[in-house]
């Protein structure tokens, strides 16, 4: 009676630990996310001054 209740706990023990570790997984997903989409708004951002300075540039020398 002893190997089957072992068993059992084992395996309940088991998918314990992949449920916690699929939350994880999830959570980590969730913030690497939000850092690519943090990260693509500020490469955004430093494009468009890039093209401003860019057009800055080329009146200032429209006007040499």
């Known amino acids: ?6 068993a ?3 395996g ?3 998918i314990t630990v992949l449920g916690v570790l699929a939350v ?3 959570l ?3 913030r690497l996310g939000r850092q690519v989409a943090d990260s693509a708004r500020r490469i955004s951002s430093a494009s468009e001054d890039l093209e401003r300075a ?3 540039a080329a009146r200032s020398l429209d006007t040499v």
Request: charged share 15%; aromatic share 24%; proline share 5%.
């Open 1 to 6: 009676m002893f190997w089957p209740m072992f």
């Open 8 to 10: 059992i706990a084992a």
């Open 12 to 14: 309940f023990l088991g």
């Open 24 to 26: 994880r997984v999830f």
């Open 28 to 30: 980590e997903a969730e």
């Open 54 to 56: 860019t057009v800055g």
